[in-house]
């Protein structure tokens, strides 16, 4: 048993050395970074846990590089900072910087690796890639206006009476499981515990540096009993989840569509569309797989954003008073925004531009892996490198973005006060990159779009009173996980005025 082991480890090790052999022996030389052990690398060097985003961000101005690189146990890894090296990278070469690298936690033992957002460049992917993509075309969100207009009409009946977090998951919800499987308000409302489990496995499983399997896969093998391998209980229990959400609303959708009675949805006209000469078994794990990945990849996202936009409408009062200005001048007070008025609610536009930069929900993106050696600006990117986009230190580049600390929307509009093509939109940067750009980023800007208008338009937000009637600020911290959620906060909406009582059914008179 002990030579076993021993010669396990030795193999282990010369698989390590030739690793770091194949790396570091190129005739040109890798992006700069921190100093590199044998073997090792910069097992030490590489951010575990909290603000990655942050440290990534003082590497490039401690190595005065916008592309880092760090190795450690025989992984590449290269870090992009600057939206211009993305732009080259990810999106430009995109036929070799489309894969995705593997995750133990997150890819195997949860099973999230079947869905499109996180599986490899591979045949299964390019299926799910097209359903998603004839599902919610890049551009094309107008199909969708009418219900979500419908959905975010009914969150403004919800903010006065519920907790905020409460009500944009269930707005996030039903949104999403109309577009994705053809669901009602209810039905949708039936599925959010499960689904918010679900999503939030993802999350948590998905933060770099929270499982120690990730940087050693052998524990994978250990039993759940084993002292310090209470992770693989937690995978089994997100596991059942994910299965759980996954295989019902798409079992209900098949049977409708059988039936004829389902509602137009991504899932539905996929199942229609299904070529019935070829394996039909195949083809429904694609279409089950893309659904769940569009409500994976679109539920607490959309809610990290909106809830971002509330807090900073409470930490920014001179914004929201800007942003009502402009509602009340277009459209009258009292009235509720369409899409038809977006070109002329500029500001609006613009605070949905500054709540994605400000506050990015992914500030570092969905890892990339590169297929093949490359040479960029004549530095060597390695096959099999983990390429990370830091989206935070693109969103708060200097020169892109002056003063990037501030919350401040006017950063793009002109002299005018039109929108400025100038000025880099943040969603260029925020929805992902080349042939892994969001399929839902149409979708996602459109809702919350309306939703800002929509909200702005009925109520003013105000910060919850403490027991002296004084207002209570709220943190300033973000959280730590992969997505950029704010800290828990409470807050007062309050009508702007007497028809919007009315029309809300907040009118008690």
């Known amino acids: 048993m002990i030579l076993a082991v021993a010669a396990l480890l030795v193999l282990s090790l010369v698989i390590l050395y030739e690793s770091w052999r194949k790396t570091f022996s190129h005739q040109y030389p890798l992006p700069p970074g921190p100093k590199k052990l044998p073997i090792v690398g910069n ?28 190795g450690a146990l ?43 957002a996180f599986r490899p460049n591979d045949d299964l992917w390019k299926a799910q890639r097209k359903i998603m993509n004839q599902a919610m075309p890049i551009g094309e969100s107008q199909r969708f206006h009418p219900m979500l207009i419908r959905v975010t009409q009914d969150l403004l009946r919800d903010l006065p009476h519920f907790d905020i ?92 569509v059988a039936m004829g009675t389902a509602r137009p949805s991504l899932a539905s006209v996929a199942l229609e569309q299904m070529d019935h000469d070829q394996d039909l078994i195949k083809q429904e794990e694609v279409i089950k797989t893309s659904s769940v ?38 459209l009258g007070v009292g009235n509720l925004p369409s899409f038809n008025e977006e070109a002329s609610l500029p500001y609006i536009t613009a605070v949905v531009r500054e709540t994605l930069r400000y506050n990015p929900v992914a500030p570092i993106g969905v890892p990339h892996k590169l297929t093949e050696d490359d040479i960029y600006e004549g530095f060597f990117l390695p ?30 509009l002109d002299a005018n006060g039109n929108i400025n093509p100038k000025v880099k939109n943040p969603a260029a940067s925020a929805f992902g990159f080349g042939r892994r750009i969001c399929p839902g980023k149409s979708i ?14 009925c109520y003013s937000i105000e910060p919850e009173l403490n027991e002296n009637g004084k207002p209570n600020k709220p943190q300033t ?13 409470k807050c007062r909406f309050v009508p702007r005025s007497k028809e919007i009582e009315v029309f809300l059914g907040l009118d008690s008179s």
């Open 43 to 70: 097992l030490f060097d590489v951010p575990k846990s909290g603000r990655v985003w942050l440290e990534y961000a003082e590497l490039s101005r401690r190595y005065k590089s916008d592309i880092i690189h760090l």
């Open 74 to 116: 025989g992984n590449s890894i290269v870090i992009l900072n600057s939206a211009r090296i993305a732009n080259e990278l990810l999106d430009k070469r995109s036929s070799i910087y489309s894969s995705r690298p593997f995750a133990v936690m997150l890819g195997e033992l949860t099973g999230w690796g079947s869905v499109f």
């Open 165 to 256: 977090l409460e009500s944009l998951h269930t707005w996030a919800a039903v949104l999403i499981m109309d577009a994705t499987y053809g669901f009602n308000t209810e039905e949708a409302k039936a599925y959010l515990p499960t689904a918010k489990v679900a999503t939030e496995s993802v999350v948590i499983a998905g933060t770099p540096g929270a499982f120690y399997v990730d940087q050693f896969p052998i524990l994978k093998y250990l039993p759940e009993w084993f002292p310090g391998a209470g992770f693989k209980r937690k995978a089994r229990e997100w596991s059942d989840m994910r299965s759980k959400m996954t295989e019902e609303p798409f079992r209900l959708t098949k049977e409708r």
């Open 293 to 330: 990945a569009a409500y994976g990849g679109g539920s607490d996202t959309t809610v990290t954003a909106l809830q971002s936009f509330i807090w900073a409408m409470l930490m920014n009062p001179e914004v929201q008073t800007n942003a009502q200005h402009e509602l009340d001048q277009v």
């Open 383 to 412: 096959k099999g490198s983990v390429i990370v986009p830091n989206v935070w230190s693109m969103l708060y580049s200097v020169e892109d973005y002056p003063q990037p600390h501030l919350f401040n929307p006017s950063r793009f």
């Open 444 to 457: 996602a800007l459109a809702s919350l779009w309306i939703a800002v208008a929509s909200i702005l338009s």
């Open 477 to 489: 911290d973000s959280g730590l996980t992969l997505l950029n959620q704010v800290p828990p906060f």
